[in-house]
Structure formats: structure tokens, C-alpha cells
């Protein structure tokens, strides 16, 4: 796996997890807590985000194999999910596949919120396990490839910590449309990365489809 399919790798996973995007909730999530406790909540949401994006890059296809699912077949599921959260983002929503409403009221009442809702589901949700799950196989069992994957991830996570860690001042910095627009950017490039795996997973699923 070269640099650029790292690098690409990186991009995508960073556009769906949307740490920045998150940053509003995380704000919310942590009203009234200390500057200690804010960024305990940081530095566990990004650990909860490297060990369940490492966990599936592991373990994710044999789980398909063992339920007799198809990567293809899973690569055309996960990209729809893919495009229901890319339609969310680009209009500055939420996804309920996110976050529902009342996760969102107990992320208010729960102490740590590191783990559930910021570090699942919000940001190692659906989406980034999906993508972790049909990156690593595309290794057809190569080891060294899925281990080089977890670079992607530790970076994604590292940037989810950064975020948190600097939330105050960002969300004051580019305001709730900066936010927004940042939203919707990583919303067109979810959108691009569905496409290519609904097309890839139909590609061969049926061969001459697009033939």
C-alpha cells in the first residue's frame, strides 16, 4: 500500500468521521464540565475511536465471512449508508445514523460521553467502520496491508483529539457557518466515495452490468 492510497485512505476516513463537524455536540456534550474533564472526554473519544476502527480493520471481513456476506454486496450496503449521511451533511444535519434525538438527550444526563456518543456512534459510527471494513478488504488477507492501514486511523484519531482539544476555539473561530460549510464540504466528498463504492460493489456483483 503506497503513500497516495494511504493518503486517500486518510482523506476519506477524515471526511467521515467529521471531527469538526462533531464539535458543536462535543461543546454541548461538555457543558458545564471542567477543563479537565473536557479534554478527558477528547483524549477518550479519540481512543474509542483507534480501537473500534482497529478492531473492524481486523476483524471485519472475517465477521462478513463468517455471516456469508460478500464484500461486494457489503460495499454496495455501505455505500448507500455512506450516501444517506453525505445527504445529512450537506444540509448541515445530523444523520440519524449519527445520532438519533434520544441519544442526544441522554448524551446530556451521561458522565462519559467520551466513549458513547461522541466516540460511538457519532464518530466511529456506521459510516468509518464500513469504510475500515471494505479498505481492508480490498488486502485479500495481505496482513502488512491491513497493518498499514491502521495509519489512516491513528491519524483520523489523532485529529479527532486535536479537534476536541482546540473546540472552543475553532467553534469561535469559524462560527456555526463556518462549521456548516466545512459540514458540507466533507458531505460532497462522502457523497464521491459512495458513488465509487455502490459502482464498485455493483461492478462485481454483476460483471456485465457495466460492461
Not at 39 to 59: D, E, P, S
Not at 73 to 98: T, W
Not at 169 to 193: F, S
Request: hydrophobic content about 60%; cysteine-free.
Amino acid at each position: 500500500m503506497d503513500i497516495l492510497e494511504l493518503a486517500k485512505a486518510a482523506l476519506a476516513l477524515f471526511a467521515i468521521v467529521d471531527p469538526v463537524g462533531v464539535i458543536p455536540i462535543f461543546l454541548l456534550a461538555t457543558q458545564g464540565h471542567t477543563l479537565a474533564q473536557s479534554r478527558a472526554a477528547a483524549r477518550i473519544a479519540a481512543l474509542t475511536v483507534l480501537g473500534v476502527l482497529t478492531l473492524f480493520t481486523f476483524v471485519g471481513e472475517p465477521l462478513l465471512s463468517f455471516f456469508g456476506i460478500r464484500l461486494a454486496a457489503f460495499s454496495v450496503a455501505g455505500g448507500l449508508l455512506l450516501l444517506l449521511l453525505a445527504l445529512s451533511m450537506v444540509q448541515a444535519h445530523v444523520s440519524p445514523q449519527r445520532q438519533t434525538q434520544d441519544e442526544a438527550m441522554e448524551a446530556e444526563e451521561r458522565e462519559a460521553v467520551g466513549v458513547v456518543p461522541l466516540g460511538i456512534p457519532l464518530l466511529a459510527g456506521p459510516g468509518a467502520i464500513t469504510h475500515v471494513i471494505v479498505a481492508a478488504g480490498t488486502a485479500k488477507g495481505e496482513l502488512l496491508h491491513q497493518a498499514a492501514l491502521l495509519i489512516p486511523v491513528a491519524l483520523v484519531a489523532l485529529s479527532v483529539w486535536l479537534s476536541f482539544r482546540a473546540a472552543p476555539a475553532i467553534a469561535q473561530r469559524l462560527g456555526k457557518t463556518g462549521i456548516h460549510v466545512v459540514t458540507r464540504l466533507m458531505g460532497l466528498i462522502i457523497a464521491a466515495i459512495s458513488i465509487e463504492m455502490i459502482a464498485s460493489g455493483l461492478g462485481k456483483l454483476f460483471p456485465g452490468l457495466l460492461a
